[in-house]
């Protein structure tokens, strides 16, 4: 490094040597670090005043000056506050103490010689329960407009989950009754525990972790957040948190809520698909009971076999009835009288039949009797003749004259013959 530290005693080539900007530093003309530290500090005397709220961990009053460490109430993030004495003697008589919800006005302040940075308290309150419901009643109106409360979203509990999933806290009561009256209900019951913390800052996100890992679980089937009773900021408070609360409206998996808390209920009952007024009253939900199943299962096996005999007994009536019919005891009986009716049909055909012939012949000879009554070989057989004159029939006399030759037809056979003379009728003659 060729940097060189100008003389201590000769301050404008000290201050000439030092690089205006962090920009223009490098590692032959590097800042020192009192130079670094003044001006961090004066950049961060620039920061606004800003209200936060924490919680606060640690409260320390001494010689009039509070000494406090706040807490972020999710991450793992703190800062050490600090409250001169015109601020200080105010907060005792707000009655805050170590796991108070504070909201606080600072500003931010580095200590140059330790570069510590701390913030410098202007006001400090207190957040009181009533704060805290409201800001639940806001945050569940907002949750109910956007539809992450609706009913359509619920889902149904499974008949008989194969194995539940329970988010409890370590060793807790709740988690005992949960696993006594589920096996009590029903012994085949299987579980995957999940002990996390149930109050306190980090009881959301711990829940909230535990719920998305057993909705990934491909065996659970149904998941129980249980807890037992409590004041009312340990037990409304922690299963209010937005982010559970979103956590458990993704979840594939159905939800059951059993915070025993009949009071007042947290934002996690309106989202869960089943609420459950306590963990011991959950088992219920989850198991039917195996002694009255069995119950019922033996109930309905005797229904059936009772059902399956009366039917049997019905069907045997039926057949012994059927079998005694005269056409089942005697089967030719039903041939003869078809056989009977097939011959009457069979005469009563032939008869129609000679009936028709004979009605037929009749006619025939009818016709054929008029047909020759009219033809002209019926009216020679009478002794009639039919008289041709070149080829012509005559019909009058006076078409002849007398010496004209004629062709006589008679009944039998026909002549020629001469016309000697002829008399012919006048019109009034005929």
Known sequence: ???????????????????????????????????????LKAHIARVNPTWVEGQLVEFNLRNGTAWMTLRDLEQEVSFTAVAWRNVAGGLASKGLAPGSRVVALVKPSLWEKSGRLSLVTQRM???????????????????AAEGVFDPGLKKPLPVLPVRIGIITGRDSDAKKDILRNVTARWSAAQFEIREVATQGVSAPTEVAAAVQELDAHPEVDVIVIARGGGALEEVILPFSDERLIRTVAAAGTPVVSAIGHEADRPLLDEVADVRAST???????????????????????????????????READWLASVRSRPVLAHPQSMIEVRAEELGALRRRALV??????????DWVSATRSRVTALSPQSTLDRGYAVVQHQRRIIRDAAELTPGAPVQVMVATGEFSAEVIDVNAQSEGDK
């Open 1 to 39: 490094m060729n940097y060189q530290q100008p003389h201590a005693k000769d301050p404008a080539a000290t201050v000439s040597a030092i690089p205006a900007t962090s920009q223009e530093t490098s590692e032959e003309t590097p800042w020192p670090l009192s130079h670094f530290s003044g001006k």
């Open 125 to 143: 309150e207190p957040v009181g329960l009533g704060d805290l419901l409201a800001r639940i009643e806001r945050l569940k109106q907002e949750l």
């Open 279 to 313: 963990p011991t009253g959950s088992a219920k939900l989850l198991v039917p009971e195996e002694a009255q199943e069995r119950e019922n299962i033996s109930l309905a096996r005797s229904r059936m076999s009772q059902g399956l005999e009366r039917m049997l007994a």
């Open 352 to 361: 129609s039949a000679e009936t028709a012939v004979h009605r037929a012949r």
